[in-house]
């Protein structure tokens, strides 16, 4: 995998109530808030890139999705050299990222997987948030880098956050399609560990039917773009 791409599929995918329903049926927006934390894994990387990868995310994210199925996420809390926002546009199919210190914005076609599986399965269910959630892991290998091990661990509950699998069907990057396909839903919990870093998304909140505003998910026609 390009280095970009797994840049941008970190994020993989996508975020205000106060508490958690029992159960809730697929509506047209919806936005979920999680809580992110990084930890560095590695003893090799360079202070540098550690310094980058600690300030790239922030403390928390932000998914906007619309009535057509694109996906806005933003980061609060990050550094000057994090991410500003990144993009999925339904339309294009591509993953629009774009950083604070650089104008130019960068994308990429997510209909194939960069990744080469090497296992998927569900792990015993477990509690997050007091819902009993089920636990889906991929092992992957980057098909251009033979080391490079990506571990994605999802824990969801089919009763909250749905939405509808066919919708990301040509969103192949990183497994999204395959996840959502299985579960119908958004995660409640999300690891995804990469040999320099893991990541981990929390669900912290989220509200249905909310107004949006349609700008956020046009891409700015005053920026540069650069395709990978």
């Known amino acids: 995998m390009k280095a970009h791409n797994l840049i941008f599929a970190i994020i993989l995918v996508v975020i205000s109530c106060n508490s958690f329903p029992q159960k809730t049926k697929p509506n047209n927006t919806l936005s979920i808030t999680y809580k992110l934390d990084v930890k560095i894994i590695s003893d090799s990387i360079p202070t540098y890139v550690s310094n980058y990868l600690l300030q790239k995310f922030g403390d928390s994210l932000k998914i906007l999705i619309n009535k057509d199925g694109s996906i806005r996420f933003d980061y609060f809390g990050n550094g000057k050299n994090g991410y500003e926002f990144n993009l999925y546009d339904i339309k294009t199919n591509h993953y629009y990222a774009k950083w604070k210190n650089n104008d130019t914005i960068y994308h990429y076609n997510v209909n194939s997987n960069t990744l080469k599986l090497i296992e998927r399965k569900k792990?015993?269910?477990?509690?997050?948030?007091?819902?009993?959630?089920?636990?889906?892991?991929?092992?992957?290998?980057?098909?251009?880098?033979?080391?490079?091990?990506?571990?994605?661990?999802?824990?969801?509950?089919?009763?909250?956050?749905?939405?509808t699998p066919e919708t990301?069907?040509?969103?192949?990057?990183?497994?999204?399609?395959?996840?959502?396909?299985?579960?119908?839903?958004?995660?409640?919990?999300?690891?995804?560990?990469?040999?320099?870093?893991?990541?981990?998304?929390?669900?912290?909140?989220?509200?249905?039917?909310?107004?949006?505003?349609?700008?956020?998910?046009?891409?700015?026609?005053?920026?540069?773009?650069?395709?990978?």
């Open 123 to 163: 792990l015993k269910p477990q509690k997050v948030n007091s819902l009993d959630c089920q636990v889906l892991k991929y092992k992957a290998v980057d098909s251009l880098h033979p080391n490079y091990i990506v571990n994605q661990t999802f824990y969801y509950n089919k009763g909250i956050l749905k939405i």
């Open 168 to 228: 990301y069907k040509h969103f192949k990057e990183f497994y999204f399609y395959d996840f959502l396909n299985e579960s119908e839903c958004m995660y409640v919990k999300k690891i995804i560990e990469m040999p320099e870093y893991r990541l981990t998304y929390a669900l912290m909140n989220y509200k249905r039917n909310v107004k949006l505003n349609s700008n956020a998910f046009k891409i700015p026609n005053d920026l540069p773009l650069k395709e990978f």
